[in-house]
T-cell receptor, first 115, second 114 residues
Framework: AQKVTQAQTEISVVEKEDVTLDCVYE???????LFWYKQPPSGELVFLIR??????QNEISGRYSWNFQKSTSSFNFTITASQVVDSAVYFC????????????FGTGTRLQVFP | DTEVTQTPKHLVMGMTNKKSLKCEQH?????MYWYKQKAKKPPELMFV???????INESVPSRFSPECPNSSLLNLHLHALQPEDSALYLC?????????????FGSGTRLTVV
């Protein structure tokens, strides 16, 4: 069965701190995709990154970076020098098996960045 | 145009009302989705349309009725809802149903049933 676990329900940091959001997944598929979405208070789910199971190269985009480790089934997300605008709920998601057309979402981590 | 547009943004309806939620995308995506999200929970899949045909219904009660008039539009017709149906309703689209495309989400309709 597929599952995504985001053990951190809520994280609070002060601006300029670095913060890492954890994501652990379970799947029996050899080909799969992992995603991170950001949901600010306005409600829209904003796509941040997609990573396929064959590409373990870490990625950096500005203040955001992602660490994908198949050996530990983890896809962690780090925000460097956090800002108040980073305050949101962050969801990690896993693509379901081909043909079922679902995203399996984790329960989300609420990040609050205080000035 | 890389957006999914949902209207209305907010909706309050009585349990005897009939209303519709609308979703529009002009990215040429061939798969469109309705998700329901309760407070402090992840989104839950309701319906999937692929090439304008309903391909997945996640055992959603019949008081929710989806419609896909064309490849750019997706509606969700609401009738005789219950207060527990109050939630954020999100529309999404993707290039296709193949694994891994990822979704583009709209900003949602916040529905309150009174």
């Amino acid at each position: 069965a597929q599952k995504v676990t985001q053990a951190q329900t809520e994280i609070s940091v002060v601006e300029k701190e670095d913060v890492t959001l954890d994501c652990v997944y379970e799947t029996r598929d050899t080909t799969y995709y992992l995603f991170w979405y950001k949901q600010p208070p306005s409600g829209e789910l904003v796509f941040l990154i997609r990573r396929n199971s064959f590409d373990e190269q870490n990625e950096i985009s500005g203040r955001y970076s992602w660490n994908f480790q198949k050996s530990t089934s983890s896809f962690n997300f780090t925000i460097t020098a956090s800002q108040v605008v980073d305050s949101a709920v962050y969801f990690c998601a896993l693509s379901a098996p081909l043909g079922t057309d679902k995203l399996i979402f984790g329960t989300g981590t609420r990040l609050q960045v205080f000035p | 145009d890389t957006e999914v547009t949902q209207t209305p943004k907010h909706l309050v309806m009585g349990m005897t009302n009939k209303k519709s939620l609308k979703c529009e995308q002009h990215m040429g995506h061939r798969a469109m989705y309705w998700y329901k999200q309760k407070a402090k929970k992840p989104p839950e899949l309701m319906f999937v349309y692929s090439y304008e045909k309903l391909s997945i219904n996640e055992s959603v009660p019949s008081r929710f009725s989806p419609e896909c008039p064309n490849s750019s539009l997706l509606n969700l017709h609401l009738h005789a809802l219950q207060p527990e149906d109050s939630a954020l309703y999100l529309c999404a689209s993707s290039q296709g149903r193949r694994q891994g495309y990822g979704y583009t989400f709209g900003s949602g309709t916040r529905l309150t049933v009174v």
